[in-house]
Structures are given as C-alpha cells and as structure tokens.
C-alpha cells in the first residue's frame, strides 16, 4: 500500500527566504506526482505535476523535482512572500490501474512572516 | 474561480436530515471526483466518476449516495450522518482520470 509522508509538518521562515518542502513515498511504481496549495477552509490549487518519466518542473518562483528511485520529491519555493503561507500537499498517482486513485499525504503547513 | 463550483460552502445538519452537496465543473472535463478531507488526516478519495459512470467507490458507507447525471455535475447525497462524518468535502475534476486535478472550493460539512 502507498504511504506518502511529508516532511516537516510545519515550517515558518521570514520572507525572502529559499525554502524547501519534502515528499517521500513508498512504492516507487508511479503514474505521476502533484503539488497542491490549499489555504484555509479551501480547495486545493494544482501548483505542479510531474509525470514519473520527468526529473522537474518549473512555474514561477517554484520548481518541483522527481527522483521515482529513492520515492521522493522535493518543491523549491524561491525568494518567499507573505501570500505563500498556505498548506502544501503531495499526492502520487500509481502507475498499475486506471490512475484515478491519488494518494496524498498529509502536508507541510507554511507559514512566511513579513 | 476555480471553474469547479462547490455549494453549500457551509452545511449544519442533524444525524437524522437528508442534504445534498452539488459540484458543477465548467472545464468539459470527463472525470469528477469526491473526497473527504478530515482534520489532521490526508485527503481520503471516495467516488470516481467517468463519462458519467461510476468507476471506483472506496468502501464508502451507503449513507453517502453519489449521483452523476452528466459529466458536469455530480451530486452526494448525504442521509442519517455521524458526527464523524463532520469534515471538508471536496469535489474535482480532470480531463481524464489519469490526469491533473482541478479542485472545488469544498463543503464544510458539521454534523450534530
């Protein structure tokens, strides 16, 4: 069965800063792997997916990296702002059925202070 | 907007009500989606949808009874609820089901 764990929980760094978010998962047979943002009491925005067969993925300030091997990805957040503070979810598609079942963890809660 | 509207945004029922919660996505997506997101918990899938067709239910209580009746809208009727069935409920959609998703704002739900 897939687990996915994200590492830290919580992170809270001051604006400007480089940071890194962690997301390692078990069984390293996968379809795809997403990054999600979602604040408070809301939906989940899709910040980047990186299909099993790709390394990275750029958008903006962020860059999302794959190593399908040792089951990790990593989301490089640049020159941080106050409007990143949000949750921010991995989820990976398995690479064996129809692909419709994600499997998510629980989460790096981020907070960037002013 | 996200293109994925979720309503009520908000819902307060009792054990014994029956409500419905309602997605509607303006994507001409394929797939649609419900998940249940409980606090301190990953997000839990329960139905897929495709082409309007039922394709996975994760062992889901049959007090939650989904509805699709075209691929843009998908309904979850929700009848004789715990208080732990309390949680966000969030509905999505993709262009297929091997593909990224899109998310609604989601229905936090309360159960007294």
């Known amino acids: 069965k897939q687990e996915v764990t994200q590492i830290p929980a919580a992170l809270s760094v001051p604006e400007g800063e480089n940071l890194v978010l962690n997301c390692s998962f078990t069984d390293s047979a996968i379809y795809n792997l997403q990054w999600f943002r979602q604040d408070p009491g809301k939906g989940l925005t899709s910040l980047l997916l990186?299909?099993?067969?790709?390394r990275e993925q750029t958008s903006g300030r962020l860059n999302a990296s794959l190593d399908k091997s040792s089951g990790r990805s990593t989301l490089y957040i640049a020159a941080s702002q106050p409007g990143d503070s949000a949750t921010y979810l991995c989820a990976v598609r398995p690479a064996e059925t129809s692909g419709s079942r994600l499997t998510f963890g629980e989460g790096t809660q981020l907070t960037v202070n002013p | 907007e996200t293109g994925v509207t979720q309503t009520p945004r908000h819902l307060v029922m009792g054990m014994t009500n029956k409500k419905s919660l309602k997605c509607e996505q303006h994507?001409?997506?394929?797939?649609m989606y419900w998940y249940k997101q409980s606090a301190k918990k990953p997000l839990e899938l329960m139905f897929v949808y495709n082409f309007k067709e039922q394709t996975e239910n994760n062992s889901v209580p049959s007090r939650f009874s989904p509805e699709c009746p075209n691929s843009s809208h998908l309904f979850l009727h929700l009848h004789t609820l715990q208080p732990e069935d309390s949680a966000l409920y969030l509905c999505?959609?993709?262009?297929?089901?091997?593909?990224?998703?899109?998310f609604g704002s989601g229905t936090q739900l309360s159960v007294l």
């Open positions: 990186i299909q099993s067969s790709q």
């Open positions: 999505a959609s993709s262009p297929g089901t091997g593909e990224k998703l899109f």
């Open positions: 994507l001409g997506h394929n797939a």
